[in-house]
Structures are given as C-alpha cells and as structure tokens.
C-alpha cells in the first residue's frame, strides 16, 4: 500500500512538472511573438515620428533641429539605442530603397546632426555627421560671430556651410590676431542608401 501511494505522488509530481514546462514553453513562446522585430519596431516609430519636409534647412547653433521624438531606453526601441541615437528630428520622405532617419548626436556644447539610413529590415546601411562644424566651440578661437547652416534637398543632396569671426591668441608674438574661418560639406545618399560626405579643409574669409 505504501509502494502504490508513493508511486501515485511521484506520477502527480511529473504531471505538475509537465505542466509546469509546458505552461512555461508556451509564455516564451507568446513573449517572442509579442515582442516587435527591427522591421517592425522601425515602422512604428516612422508612424509615430512622421517625415521631414524636404527642402529642409536649420541652423545648428545654439540647439539644431527641433527634436520629435526621444528613444526610451526602457521601451522597444532597441533598434535605435544600439547605435547610440536617442533624440531623432524625423525621417526622410523618399522610402524608395531605405529609410532615412535624422537625429541629433550630442556633442561637446551642441547638438550634431547626423543621417543614418536602414534597410527596409532595420539593418543600419551607413550613418554620417552632415553639418560643417565651424570650429567656434571647444576650440583656442574666442568667436564673436558663428554659425553653421545644414540644407537637405528633395533629391537628399546635403550641403552645410559654417563660419566662424573672432580672434586667436598667437603664442609667437604674444597677440591677438582677427579670424575668419569658413568650412563646406556636400553629401548625397545613393540609391543603395550608402552616404556620401566630403567636408573641404578651412578656408581663410573676409569678416
């Protein structure tokens, strides 16, 4: 009698344990269906976002382009915060080939804007920083004027034009000497969403 009442735990036990694993399987499972893949995740936020309107010029001093969304590090949003994005300004129109997202990446004292382009999975295709950067922060130049203009066409050309007025401290005469610095970048995303950017070295201006 002993045997048979042990035998009927240990079957009950099993029975508990089977459905205990099964009941386990089955949550996991639906918690992978629920949880959105990139394709989908990049979707939503386009939805949630919205597009740019092309032409589109900004100033990047003092704060960029306006911000329209800020990742959540908590939520799923996980295909943007593996590249470090956290305060996108929105998506290029054209989604012929790829999505186009534009966002501010924090610089030393001001925001950087930078394109990064997906696949229609998710898949990071190329990623650059598309404004001149006119030098007149964190730099041995004290600026009394400085600016830095970003333009994106319809046909997702990139142009950007920075300058920089002021003075610089020479160690060899022991002066301050006038400065005007200028700097030009040109861009274009080809069809198979690689970015193209070619920043030219400082030219020397008139104030």
């Known amino acids: 009698m002993h045997h048979k009442h042990h035998t009927m735990k240990k079957k009950l036990l099993a029975s ?10 089955c949550a996991l499972n639906q918690n992978i269906k629920t949880l959105p893949n990139k394709k989908q995740q990049l979707i939503q936020l386009i939805n949630k976002i919205g597009f740019l309107k092309l032409p589109l010029s900004f100033e990047v001093l003092p ?11 908590k ?13 996108i300004c929105g998506f290029l129109p054209d989604t012929s080939y790829y999505y186009s997202v534009v966002f501010n ?13 997906l696949d229609k999975n998710g898949n990071k295709i ?4 598309i404004d001149a950067d006119p030098g007149c922060v964190d730099t041995p130049i004290e600026s009394t004027s400085c600016y830095d203009s970003v333009w994106i066409g319809p046909d997702n050309r990139i142009r950007s034009v920075s300058k920089v007025i002021g003075k610089i401290y020479i160690e060899s005469t022991k002066k301050d000497e006038d400065i005007c ?9 080809e069809k198979n969403g690689k970015i193209h950017t070619n920043l030219s070295d400082v030219i020397l201006c008139k104030n």
């Open 16 to 25: 508990v344990l089977t459905f205990l694993f099964l009941f386990q399987a």
């Open 63 to 73: 704060n960029g382009l306006n911000v329209k969304y800020v990742v959540d590090p």
């Open 75 to 87: 939520g799923a949003d996980s295909i943007f915060i593996s590249q470090g994005i956290f305060r």
């Open 105 to 117: 990446y924090p610089c030393s004292a001001y925001p950087c804007p930078h394109i990064m382009t």
């Open 126 to 129: 190329s990623m650059e920083k």
């Open 181 to 189: 610095n200028m700097r030009k970048l040109d861009g274009f995303i």
